[in-house]
């Protein structure tokens, strides 16, 4: 471990891994079964969890058609027969929410990004430059008088919500035109998130604005308004608590809910140790009421940052591309998007999904990457025992956002869910 004040390590990249050649399910208590295989019977619910069936995902690397779009169109033109994407704005309740959409037939499919890691990295891991580092510093300072790691833990979640403030509808971008063949595909940024508003939460009445109750309202009335149908909730990340809160408050406009590598949330305030939770408050107010926040939110918003955060959590880092990147950093260069930025480190509160699994009505199905640092697949596999959880995937070689760093597993997947679950 670095002591203060040394220099940064720089990560080591990570070499891109080759795809497995054979395009089967793995059935551990079975024989391979094809992926092409359109309704597969869910496995049978056993007790303990460790005796339950854990599905492993594998399919050949193919050429999907797919073809890279310029940045937030109106229109994307499609020049290899696959629908097109059209980008618009929908008023929810006087602000400009912006998503996207593709297909004409089909059931309704609302991809949420995510991207709200809970699992910290430390920041002379990940290439930040001293100056990045000079709050994380600080705080390691502060930490050796007797906070120990509750100042540590918080000052590393900022390094990842920067990420979570800018992602939006584009990570989708290789999943939205081939899920639209057969069906009708909406990806939306949520109010805080991309391109959409980014209103002062200061300036919008009292309580807290950016919660999961805010942003499941916003899903619902998103279906009721323009989806005009139930649909299915396909959700990454912390967005998948944001599906699960959806639809706990209105179970009716939910059909199923697909989680790719949900946020397990581990820096939630219940799960740090009870004479933790008082620094770790008064830290995040600190930040957030202070010039510091938004001076170290400054420092981190660049592409050097953002590529080293995404080579922590892309298992396959050529995924990473300069493409990528502009995508997650443009949108966190927005007007309000630092004071977002703090709201949310403050916001360790809230739903966790333990929580709301137990009260969702729907089918749900959980794929997991199992090489995701952030959200290990280790913990990620007790949702299974969950009455409404029909199936745990695991997805091999694949980091935190497979629907990105995987589409040839992911869609497959999502189709057989969807043609399962509609009517």
């Known amino acids: 471990?670095?002591?203060?004040?040394?220099?940064?390590?720089?990560?080591?990249?990570?070499?891109?891994?080759?795809?497995?050649?054979?395009?089967?399910?793995?059935d551990p208590g079975g024989l391979p079964k094809p992926i092409s295989e359109p309704k597969r019977a869910p496995f049978p619910r056993l007790d303990p969890i460790w005796s339950r069936r854990i599905r492993c995902c594998s399919v050949s690397a193919q050429e999907t058609g797919e073809e890279k779009r310029s940045h937030d169109p109106a229109i994307t033109p499609s020049t290899s027969g696959e629908p097109e994407v059209f980008t618009r704005s929908w008023n929810w309740r006087g602000y400009r929410i912006r998503y996207q959409s593709s297909g004409n037939t089909g059931p309704a499919l609302v991809l949420i990004h995510g991207f709200g890691a809970n699992r910290s990295m430390p920041p002379y891991n990940l290439g930040f430059t001293c100056r990045q580092c000079y709050v994380v510093d600080i705080s390691m300072r502060i930490a050796s008088l007797g906070l120990g790691c509750v100042i540590k833990t918080t000052t590393y979640l900022l390094l990842e919500l920067l990420i979570s403030v800018s992602f939006c509808s584009d990570h989708w971008r290789k999943n939205i035109s081939i899920l639209a063949k057969s069906n009708r595909v909406y990806s939306i940024d949520l109010i805080g998130y991309g391109y959409s508003d980014k209103p002062n939460?200061?300036?919008?009445?009292?309580?807290?604005?950016?919660?999961?109750?805010?942003?499941?309202?916003?899903?619902?009335?998103?279906?009721?308004?323009?989806?005009?149908?139930?649909?299915?909730?396909?959700?990454?990340?912390?967005?998948?608590?944001?599906?699960?809160?959806a639809a706990v408050m209105q179970p009716q406009i939910c059909k199923g809910i697909f989680l790719l590598n949900i946020s397990l949330r581990m820096l939630h305030i219940k799960k740090q140790p009870w004479y933790g939770r008082p620094f770790i408050l008064s830290f995040q107010s600190f930040l957030r009421n202070t010039a510091v926040g938004k001076l170290f939110f400054k420092a981190i918003a660049t592409p050097e940052s953002i590529r080293s955060i995404l080579f922590q959590c892309y298992h396959d880092t050529s995924a990473v591309t300069d493409e990528l990147v502009q995508l997650i950093l443009q949108p966190g260069l927005d007007p309000g998007a630092a004071e977002v930025f703090l709201e949310f480190i403050c916001y360790s509160g809230g739903p966790l999904p333990e929580e709301l699994l137990p009260k969702v009505e729907c089918p749900v199905l959980i794929a997991w990457g199992d090489k995701d640092p952030w959200e290990p697949v280790e913990l990620g596999q007790k949702y299974a025992e969950f009455k409404a959880v029909e199936d745990f995937v695991v997805l091999p070689d694949v980091g935190h956002c497979p629907q990105d760093e995987a589409p040839d597993l992911v869609n497959p997947l999502i189709q057989s869910f969807v043609e399962r679950h509609a009517p």
Request: aromatic residues 12%.
């Open 201 to 245: 939460p200061r300036e919008v009445g009292t309580g807290s604005f950016y919660t999961f109750e805010t942003w499941a309202d916003q899903l619902n009335d998103f279906c009721v308004d323009v989806v005009k149908e139930k649909a299915f909730f396909i959700c990454n990340s912390i967005g998948g608590v944001v599906g699960l809160q």
């Open 1 to 26: 471990m670095a002591s203060l004040g040394s220099a940064p390590i720089l990560p080591t990249p990570l070499l891109p891994h080759p795809r497995r050649s054979q395009g089967v399910f793995f």
